[in-house]
């Protein structure tokens, strides 16, 4: 039994010494996968030129997903290359560069195992010059160009300069997701821009600086308290915060600007400018149609007549006196200038509505005019509050929608909103067109939302897109 447990402690101790060896590998190894990520999105949607925000064919919000992945993949490769040469001067188990391989082409299937081979470091050189070829655009100064025949430079190199310093270095990486790129205002990481020499490169990937054997949470725990404690990092979220709450008070405002004044334009021209003059015009006009359509005569000829037919109902069972037909006629008289005077009204109204709905359009769009900058703040604040949204959120929005302008019953909620309308301006209810409109529309509409969706949600929020295709499923 001691036996035993006395093999499985060697073992392991076995794969931690081996997971340990191979920490510069993959520490280099990560960085080059995010090199390549850049390099990806660099051929892909920037016709292999730099990541930038100036870029006409996407836009803000995609341009701003791109930035983001740029700082990410930058802050990796930092990150990673700060593990890679301080683990490397830890082990010291480095070989000097051989200088003819210094000049060796970049390999198209670099994996893991190359490093085991006789020429590991030149496979180590070409992942150093890849990455300096990414990022070396990303840099705030960028290096002249050099001929062939001069010596290889990386920009990648990083040098740690001591213990304290390297654990800020960490803590920062780790932690701040807008970093600079590569940081290049920080004293714990500098790189070797200047001209090196094959043999001064050998040293510097096997000749190391000391490392900080405290754990990185510790390091990271470090870096926070230590930007909770710096009076700037306090003004700068003080700043960050005040902006965003400006813009909220901006956008809320001015929804309720857009909303309130618009409605209240509609309903004070009804009132007070547009009623008296439709009034005053009917009353004078002695032949003034009672019905604005046909639709409305036929309501009102079905009401008078169940009028009657309930009279004489209830006159018939007893439920009322005993009426005479004179009497019954009369009633009914006085019930049809009653409908006259309603449906009249509803038409007139109707009028009233077409001028007054007017204005407020009228109004809406002065204001559009007139408020551009609070404009361009709306649509900021809805696209961080849409686009801020998690990714069920926002699938679960989008299946909403869809169903109820385009879904399975979305017909029967057209109707009703094509009826209202129709009432609204007092225009006969085309049932033809009806059929027509949500024939047609509904299918326009599902088209512009898979557009929509194809083309820019699929691009910003590709987990978003995945999320609402399995739930629709």
């Given at each position: 039994m001691k036996t035993s447990t006395w093999t499985q402690i060697q073992y392991a101790l076995r794969r931690a010494n081996s997971w340990f060896k191979d920490t510069p590998d993959r520490a280099l190894d990560q960085a080059y996968d995010a090199a390549l990520r850049i390099k990806a999105i660099e051929d892909e949607h920037f016709h292999g030129g730099k990541i930038t925000k100036d870029s006409t064919e996407y836009s803000d919000r995609v341009l701003s997903y791109f930035d983001s992945e740029l700082k990410k993949c930058l802050n990796i490769i930092q990150t990673r290359l700060v593990v890679f040469n301080t683990s490397r001067s830890i082990l010291g188990w480095s070989e000097p560069l051989n200088s003819k391989e210094m000049n060796g082409s970049l390999s198209s299937d670099l994996s893991m195992d190359d490093f085991k081979l006789p020429h590991h470091v030149s496979l180590i050189c070409e992942k150093l010059d890849f990455i300096d070829s990414v990022i070396g655009k990303y840099s705030p100064s960028k290096p002249q160009p050099k001929p062939q025949n001069q010596p290889i430079e990386s920009t990648s190199l990083v040098e740690i300069k001591n213990n304290s310093q390297q654990s800020v270095s960490l803590a920062k990486s780790m932690d701040e997701e807008n970093t600079p790129v590569l940081n290049e205002n920080s004293?714990?990481?500098?790189?070797?821009?200047?001209?090196?020499?094959?043999?001064?490169?050998?040293?510097?990937?096997?000749?190391?600086?000391?490392?900080?054997?405290?754990?990185?949470?510790?390091?990271?725990?470090?870096?926070?308290?230590?930007?909770?404690?710096?009076?700037?990092s306090e003004e700068e979220v003080i700043k960050n915060y005040r902006k965003s709450k400006v813009k909220t008070?901006?956008?809320?405002?001015?929804?309720?600007?857009?909303?309130?004044?618009?409605?209240?334009?509609?309903?004070?021209?009804?009132?007070?400018?547009?009623?008296?003059?439709?009034?005053?015009?009917?009353?004078?006009?002695?032949?003034?149609?009672?019905?604005?359509?046909?639709?409305?005569?036929?309501?009102?000829?079905?009401?008078?007549?169940?009028?009657?037919?309930?009279?004489?109902?209830?006159?018939?069972?007893?439920?009322?006196?005993?009426?005479?037909?004179?009497?019954?006629?009369?009633?009914?008289?006085?019930?049809?200038?009653?409908?006259?005077?309603e449906y009249q009204s509803l038409g007139n109204t109707a009028i009233k509505n077409i001028f007054a709905d007017l204005f407020s359009i009228i109004t809406f769009g002065i204001i559009i005019y007139t408020n551009k900058r609070e404009l361009e703040i709306l649509k900021s604040f809805l696209g961080d509050l849409i686009y801020g949204l998690s990714d069920s959120a926002k699938a679960f929005i989008i299946i909403l929608l869809t169903d109820m302008f385009v879904g399975f019953h979305s017909p029967h909620g057209w109707e009703v909103i094509l009826e209202s309308i129709s009432r609204h301006f007092g225009l006969p209810e085309n049932r033809d067109f009806n059929f027509l409109f949500i024939a047609t529309f509904p299918v326009i509409l599902d088209a512009v939302f898979k557009y929509w969706i194809f083309r820019y949600l699929n691009r910003s929020s590709p987990s978003a897109v995945s999320t609402y295709k399995t739930m629709n499923e």
């Open positions: 004293d714990t990481v500098k790189a070797s821009n200047s001209s090196k020499d094959k043999k001064k490169l050998a040293d510097e990937l096997t000749v190391g600086s000391e490392m900080s054997f405290l754990p990185r949470s510790l390091l990271r725990t470090v870096g926070r308290i230590r930007r909770e404690l710096n009076p700037e008070i901006i956008s809320v405002r001015f929804i309720l600007l857009l909303i309130l004044v618009p409605l209240l334009t509609q309903q004070l021209a009804k009132n007070f400018v547009v009623g008296p003059i439709v009034d005053t015009f009917v009353s004078e006009e002695e032949n003034a149609p009672i019905f604005m359509n046909l639709d409305l005569e036929e309501e009102a000829y079905m009401e008078l007549h169940r009028f009657k037919e309930r009279l004489e109902f209830q006159n018939m069972i007893g439920l009322t006196p005993q009426i005479e037909p004179e009497e019954i006629e009369e009633q009914v008289q006085e019930k049809a200038i009653e409908i006259a005077e």
